[in-house]
C-alpha cells in the first residue's frame, strides 16, 4: 500500500466541537494511518476529495500562528477526535507537538486520545498544561484480535506508555471502545488498567457505514459462533446485550468498589483516588428498551 501524503494549509486549527467531553476538537491532520477498520471517523472522507481508502492518505495541516490565547483560557480542546494526533508521521511532521509549543501558557484543558506511545515524547510539554489528561484506546488485550483490527501499536506499548504518563502525574484515561460483543472482554482490561488510569469510558461498537459490511464480513470468517448475536443487533437492532452488559458491570465494579456513572467526565476527584468508569454506550436508547418491556 501505497500512503499518500500532502501538505494542506488551513485558515484555523481550533474548531467549535460538540462532543460531550470538550469545547473545541483539533485535528492536526486529515486522515488516520492507523487504518482501523471500524473507524467511524471514516465519514470524513466525503468532506475531502479523497479517492484514497481510509488509512491510505494524510494531509498535513499547516496554521496560522494562534491569536487571542486569552480566549480559550479554561476551555477544554479534545485532540483525537477524527484523526490520531501521534499517528507515526507526527514524528516527522510535528504538527502536534507544534500545536502544544503554541497553546503553551494559555491556560486550556488539553484531553489527547491516541493509539501511539510516540505520545511519551511530548510527556514534559503536556506536564505544562492544568488538567492534562492522555487516553489511550485499548478495547482488547487480544494482540492478535487487535492486528486484525487496526496498524497502530501494540496493545502493551499502550499500556506500558499509559503508566509512564500516571507515573508522571499526568492523568489518563483508558478508552475501552469500541467494545465488540462477544470479543471484547472489558472486565479483563478494567481489572488490568485501573492502577495506572483516573478515567475509563465505554462505548459500544456501533456499526453504520461503508465498514458495516466489513466487520460483519470479518465476524463471519473469524468468529463464526458470534454472526447470530451480531446479526441480532445489527441487523435487528436488538438492544439486549448492551442492557445485559450493563447490569453485568454494575456488579462488577460494586464489588470491586469503582463508581460507575453515565455521561460524567468530571476530572475533580483526587489523583490518587481509584478511576471512574463511565458509560457512553447509549444507555438512553438501553432504558427506552427496558420500559417498552416491561410495560
Given at each position: 500500500m501505497e500512503l499518500i501524503i500532502k501538505e494542506k494549509e488551513v485558515k484555523s486549527i481550533l474548531t467549535k466541537s460538540n462532543l460531550p467531553v470538550s469545547d473545541y476538537s483539533v485535528t492536526p491532520y486529515i486522515g488516520c494511518t492507523h487504518g482501523c477498520r471500524y473507524c467511524y471517523a471514516s465519514f470524513m472522507k466525503r468532506f475531502t476529495n479523497h479517492s484514497e481508502d481510509w488509512g491510505e492518505f494524510l494531509d498535513v495541516k499547516l496554521w496560522p500562528e494562534i491569536k487571542n490565547m486569552d480566549k480559550y483560557r479554561g476551555k477544554e480542546l479534545f485532540l483525537g477526535s477524527v484523526t490520531d494526533p501521534y499517528n507515526p508521521q507526527e514524528e516527522t511532521y510535528l504538527r502536534t507537538q507544534t500545536l502544544l509549543k503554541q497553546l503553551q501558557g494559555s491556560g486550556v484543558k488539553?484531553?489527547?486520545?491516541?493509539?501511539?506511545?510516540?505520545?511519551?515524547r511530548d510527556i514534559d510539554l503536556i506536564k505544562t498544561f492544568p488538567d492534562a489528561r492522555v487516553g489511550f484506546s485499548i478495547n482488547t488485550l487480544d494482540e492478535d484480535f487487535k492486528n486484525d483490527m487496526d496498524q497502530a501499536v501494540s496493545i502493551e506499548r499502550r499500556l506500558t506508555a499509559m503508566k509512564q504518563l500516571h507515573d508522571a502525574g499526568i492523568r489518563t484515561t483508558c478508552f475501552i471502545a469500541p467494545i465488540f460483543p462477544g470479543i471484547t472482554d472489558v472486565e479483563a482490561i478494567i481489572d488490568r488498567v485501573k492502577d495506572q488510569c483516573n478515567l475509563i469510558w465505554l462505548e459500544n461498537l456501533?456499526?453504520?457505514g461503508?465498514?458495516?459490511?466489513?466487520?460483519?464480513?470479518?465476524i463471519k470468517e473469524k468468529h463464526p459462533h458470534l454472526v447470530p448475536l451480531y446479526e441480532e443487533i445489527y441487523l435487528r437492532g436488538n438492544r439486549l446485550y448492551w442492557e445485559a452488559l450493563d447490569s453485568t458491570l454494575h456488579s462488577y465494579l460494586s464489588e470491586h468498589k469503582l463508581d460507575y456513572v453515565r455521561n460524567d467526565d468530571s476530572m475533580a476527584r483526587p489523583f490518587d483516588a481509584p478511576p471512574v468508569v463511565v458509560n457512553f454506550f447509549y444507555h438512553e436508547e438501553i432504558k427506552k428498551s427496558a420500559k417498552k418491556r416491561m410495560k
Open positions: 488539553l484531553t489527547i486520545q491516541t493509539k501511539s506511545d510516540l505520545v511519551l456501533n456499526l453504520r461503508s465498514y458495516k459490511t466489513d466487520i460483519l464480513g470479518y
